[in-house]
C-alpha cells in the first residue's frame, strides 16, 4: 500500500508539472512580451520624431510660399515713375536790369 501512496504522488507531481508552463516556456513568454513593449516604444518614438520633422518641413514651406507672395504682390503693386510736369513758362519775360546803377554807364 506505501507503494501505491508512492506511485499516486510521483504521478500528482509529473501531472502537476505536465499541466503548467515549463520554464522555458515562462523565459520565452517573458520575452516575447519585452520585445514586444520595446518594439512599440520605438515605433512610438519614431512616429513622433517624424511627426515633429513633417511638421517643421510643412511649417517652412508654408512660410516660404507666404513670403513669396508678398514679395510678389509688392512688386506687382509698385508705382511706376510718374511722368515730368509740363515746363512753367516764366510769369514776366521782360530782361533783368540791374536794380542800381553802377559806375561805368550803365
Known amino acids: 500500500m506505501h507503494y501505491k501512496f508512492m506511485f499516486f504522488a510521483a504521478m500528482l507531481t509529473i501531472g502537476i508539472a505536465a499541466c503548467g508552463p515549463t520554464k522555458e516556456e515562462i523565459i520565452q ?27 517643421h518641413m510643412v511649417d517652412s514651406m508654408l512660410l516660404a510660399e507666404a513670403q513669396a507672395a508678398i514679395r510678389d504682390s509688392l ?27 553802377t559806375e561805368g554807364g550803365k
Not at 89 to 99: G, M, N, R, Y
Request: aromatic letters at 6%; glycine letters at 4%.
Open 75 to 101: 512688386f506687382l503693386s509698385k508705382p511706376g515713375r510718374p511722368a515730368l510736369p509740363p515746363e512753367i513758362p516764366p510769369v514776366d519775360s521782360t530782361p533783368v536790369a540791374p536794380l542800381f546803377p
Open 29 to 55: 513568454a517573458e520575452v516575447k512580451r519585452a520585445v514586444s513593449e520595446y518594439e512599440m516604444n520605438e515605433l512610438k518614438l519614431c512616429r513622433e520624431n517624424l511627426l515633429e520633422r513633417a511638421g
